[in-house]
Every structure is written in C-alpha cells, then in structure tokens.
C-alpha cells in the first residue's frame, strides 16, 4: 500500500474518532501518536483544509538509488578515494561531486574515514 495513502487513512481515522465524540487523548493513545498532532489534523479539519501529505519543503537529494548502491558497494574496496568514487559515478553518467559521495559515507551509511597518521618528527 503506498505510504501516503496510509498516512491519509489514519488522519481520517482520526477525524472520524473525534466526530464520534473521543477526546483528542484517546484518539491519540490508540493511534500510537502525539496529542499535539491528532489537535493540529483537527484544527486543519475544522479549517476545511486538505489532510494530504505535503511535499516537504527544501532541496531535493542529488544521489539517485543506483549512485547510493555503487557508493555503497565501493566501500569493499579498500583506498578507494571519494574522488574517485565521484570520478566513477560521473562517467556512469550520474554527475556526484566528491562532497556529495563523501557526505552520503558519513551521514547515511554512518562511515568514518581514517586518515594514515603521519609519523612525528
């Protein structure tokens, strides 16, 4: 089932409870959601806004799911270079600088790049 649908049924799921008379507390505790969240849905219903899901705002991500993979996959190889990680995905046709490569390493796969310590003189 697509995600955003679900996300529509239980708000209207929510709508209904309060209609039928459940406090926002109750309604929130069989939801599994905050009070906070089940009284905004129903200030938006009251409003006669819409309860779709929103786009979020912002700037969209650059790494398609195939650059995610081979990025992902290169981390086997070992003294591989952002840059050339970059370099590669690049000539696949997916233009990534070595930024984005080495930002996707650090915050979504949770790997840390070791430098080789130079020797004190």
Known sequence: MNMR???????NRAIG?????????T?????GKDVSTIQRWWYKHKAHKSLQHKRGAGRPKMLSRVSKIVI????????????????KLTNMGNTVSKDTAYRYLLKDLKFTLIKDQKPPY
């Open 5 to 11: 649908l679900e996300k529509v049924e239980v708000r």
């Open 72 to 87: 992902a996959k290169s981390l086997g190889k070992r003294h591989k270079s952002t840059r050339s990680r970059a370099k």
């Open 17 to 25: 409870m309060l209609l039928s008379g459940k406090t926002q507390k």
């Open 27 to 31: 309604v929130a505790l069989s939801l």
